[in-house]
């Protein structure tokens, strides 16, 4: 199975078309939601502005795994090409983190292990 990292190495570093999105600091669950004025990633109180539902889910991967800083192509039929395997490799991933934190029971410190091997699997 191919990690985020390598995923985003292979995908999107290199493209030409690439812009930064720094992200604020991570609080919570992310959503996705689009109002009148267009495509908004939530965390917490926290909202970033997208251009698309493509590259607000886009976002929403990276954010969720931790990243403060992604290189978003701006190609968004690009996005819409590479998201279905994005997004089930962060599925996949999620999954697999969930089987060997069920045991721990303090919520705080599942989150902080499940963050370190996202930090992990980006490098």
Known sequence: MKTLGEFYREYIVGRDDLTTREFLEFNG??????????????????CIECRSS??????KVF????????????DDNYLKQILP????LK??????IALHVDGVLRPGIKERVRRQVYQELLN
Do not use: N
């Open 63 to 74: 954010l969720d795994a931790g990243m403060q800083e992604v290189a978003v192509p701006a």
């Open 29 to 46: 669950e992310c959503e996705v939601v689009k109002d009148l004025f267009g495509w908004k990633l939530y965390s917490g109180k926290h």
């Open 54 to 59: 493509e590259e607000a889910r886009f976002l």
């Open 91 to 96: 599925k996949r991933t999620d999954e697999i």
């Open 85 to 88: 395997e994005l997004e089930h």
